[in-house]
């Protein structure tokens, strides 16, 4: 079977196209994380898979739960993925739309863990250098980690910024045994 990202990404990006031109980014946003909540609650995700319950039927219910917040956009989408018995990538669907939103928007996610939780201080002075290197709009989320002995590991993306001592450790005693 593919995997749930290959088979949301053109999902993701069909609803995409449509927000954008629409100019509703943050209500599709929305409506898929509100639709994503509903498909990942148990008692429905145990019907996704039940032969005796129609498309149309599980297209009703997750429209009905999630409620207005779908519009009628999200509704028609909604019965596009029942039709394909696509509900169960929903959650897959709207990290994916997420992330093609921030793209637009210029935004990238960081996760910065530490050995020391951030002060308020450092964690402006970080987003403000990451801002200039990367030239986007930085959301930072933190962490703290004991294991890195000092320093920090920066990730966004595909960029991993590997600044802790335990890395430099490692290094070292790579290149003494090597």
């Given at each position: ?84 018995r696509r509900l169960k990538v929903l959650p897959e669907i709207a990290a994916l739309f997420d992330t093609l939103k921030d793209a637009e928007q210029g935004v990238a996610d960081v996760t910065v ?66």
């Open positions: 079977m593919a995997d749930k990202t290959t088979i949301a990404r053109p999902y993701a990006r069909a609803a995409f196209e449509e927000a954008r031109a629409a100019q509703r980014l943050e209500p599709w946003s929305e409506a898929l994380h509100v639709a994503a909540a509903v498909v990942a609650d148990a008692r429905v995700a145990a019907l996704l898979g039940n032969p005796h319950v129609t498309p149309e039927e599980l297209a009703q219910l997750v429209s009905g739960i999630a409620g207005p917040k779908l519009g009628d956009e999200g509704v028609n989408f909604v019965r596009t993925l029942a039709a394909n863990t530490s050995a020391a939780p951030l002060d308020a201080g450092q964690r402006k002075a970080l987003s403000a250098a990451l801002e200039r290197r990367l030239k986007r709009t930085v959301r930072l989320h933190c962490a703290t980690d004991a294991a890195l002995i000092g320093g920090a590991v920066v990730r966004s993306g595909d960029l991993v910024i590997d600044g802790s001592l335990r890395t430099r450790l490692e290094r070292i005693a790579y290149e003494l045994t090597a």
